[in-house]
């Protein structure tokens, strides 16, 4: 039997000076929107909570309230900006370095452009936002009458019920998220805020790439590859793309956002999200 020094052996259990995760301080609190979809509610207290809570692991003042999930861009808009209000007034924030996941980065842009809150927003960071669409909704809205009818009446039902203070329309929304609406009528109508910080996060999994996806988005994947290119399932790299593009991630639409994220890939999710909040660090914001 091979003799070990007790000393080598008890070296693994020496303790760390300072085991907990360093406080990073940011100059502003964050606030994390969601995107398009309700169904994630239901298995979690907001979509973004465990992205929230991780942050707050580092001292972060992060928050991930929830809005109605299937509405347009000028609905959500305003409930965003009605969250700021409310954060505001309970802790005396003054503004809000922003992250939001897919269609909320439509929703921040307006609400910046159109409600006046560039004031109060000190950045905008998207992940996987569709800045110029995706060819996702536009498969959606050609499906079978009978099947968009019977899909929109249960997305709208379940929005209701989960979030019963604002009336639902799924169909609307995703009509918002076409390339020929964002590109042809929202881009126009929503430039940038001058003085606003404008970053953003693209991702690709799937078809293309070396990177692995949940099988029951492959179709739909596979779908998006062939009528755009390079994609997280929902929205492809170009599309994400707005401001300054920080990255092309190699995680999935909803991975980014801790759903579905296997023990294997977790900290691949940990980095992106220490990555994403240093980044404002470094900016000072």
């Given at each position: 039997m091979k003799w070990t020094d007790p000393k080598s052996y008890l070296k693994k259990f020496e303790l760390s000076e300072f085991p907990q995760p360093d406080i990073i301080q940011l100059k502003y609190p964050v606030l994390l929107c969601h995107g398009y979809g309700g169904f994630s509610m239901l298995i979690s207290e907001s979509p973004m909570h465990k992205s929230c809570m991780h942050l707050r692991e580092y001292g972060i003042h992060a928050f991930a309230p929830n809005i109605v999930p299937y509405a347009t861009i000028d609905i959500r808009a305003k409930q965003w900006a009605d969250v700021i209000q409310i954060l505001k007034k309970k802790y005396g924030y003054q503004k809000f370095n922003v992250v939001a996941h897919s269609m909320a980065g439509l929703d921040?842009?307006?609400?910046?452009?159109?409600?006046?809150?560039?004031?109060?927003?000190?950045?905008?960071?998207?992940?996987?936002?569709?800045?110029?669409?995706?060819?996702?909704?536009?498969?959606?809205?050609?499906?079978?009458?009978?099947?968009?009818?019977?899909?929109?009446?249960?997305?709208?039902?379940?929005?209701?019920?989960?979030?019963?203070?604002?009336?639902?329309?799924?169909?609307?929304?995703?009509?918002?998220l076409t390339r020929d609406y964002v590109t042809q009528v929202f881009n126009p109508e929503t430039p940038n805020v001058e003085g606003i910080p404008y970053f953003s996060y693209s991702a690709a999994v799937g078809k293309g790439t070396k990177s692995p996806l949940n099988a029951i988005y492959k179709v739909q994947n596979q779908i998006i590859y062939q009528k755009e290119g390079i994609n997280d399932a929902f929205v492809t790299v170009e599309s994400a793309k707005w401001g300054t593009h920080l990255k092309t991630l190699d995680l999935s639409h909803l991975e980014q956002i801790y759903i579905q994220v296997s023990k294997e890939r977790k900290p691949k999710v940990e980095a992106f999200w220490l990555e994403l909040v240093m980044n404002l660090k470094e900016n000072d914001l």
């Open positions: 921040m842009r307006y609400a910046i452009t159109h409600l006046e809150m560039d004031s109060e927003i000190a950045s905008l960071t998207s992940i996987a936002a569709p800045h110029r669409g995706t060819s996702l909704a536009e498969t959606v809205l050609t499906a079978p009458e009978a099947i968009r009818g019977k899909l929109g009446e249960l997305a709208d039902w379940v929005g209701e019920n989960i979030y019963p203070s604002q009336k639902s329309d799924s169909v609307a929304a995703v009509k918002q």
